[in-house]
């Protein structure tokens, strides 16, 4: 059965950097946008970014805009996101996704079929 793995959360002070990662298993991952959401206690899960199947087209929300990359290598069939420059309102669990399309970009929670289980990102001032 299809599998989304995140790792690479913890805490860090703001200014800091980390890279979470999703690998993909039993997933034509070539086939998938991927994106990355996080959840805020008390808060609706929020889009982050999402990149296309081929790593050559990506959308993020304004708030992450220089700050946050999003990379992937279907070789290994892993996401990444690259976050530097964090604040405390990036405090959230992080949440990776897939939706099955070469033409899309979802950037709504609905708009996607798989999802992994969520690493907590947690940045103190």
């Known amino acids: 059965q299809v599998q989304l793995v995140e790792s690479g959360g913890g805490l860090v002070q703001a200014g800091g950097s980390l890279r979470l990662s999703c690998l993909a298993s039993?997933?034509?991952?070539?086939?998938?946008?991927m994106g990355w959401f996080r959840q805020a206690p008390g808060k609706e899960r929020e889009f982050v970014a999402v990149?296309?199947?081929?790593?050559?087209?990506?959308v993020y929300v304004d708030s992450v805009k220089g700050r946050f990359t999003i990379s992937r290598d279907n070789g290994e069939n892993t996401m990444y996101l690259q976050m530097n420059s964090l604040k405390p309102e990036d405090t959230a669990v992080y949440y990776c996704?897939?939706?099955?399309?070469?033409?899309?970009?979802?950037?709504?929670?609905?708009?996607?079929?798989?999802w992994g289980q969520g690493t907590q990102v947690t940045v103190s001032s």
């Open positions: 990149i296309n199947w081929s790593g050559g087209s990506t």
């Open positions: 039993e997933l034509a991952f070539r086939r998938y946008a």
């Open positions: 996704a897939a939706k099955q399309t070469y033409s899309t970009y979802p950037q709504t929670a609905g708009g996607y079929d798989y």
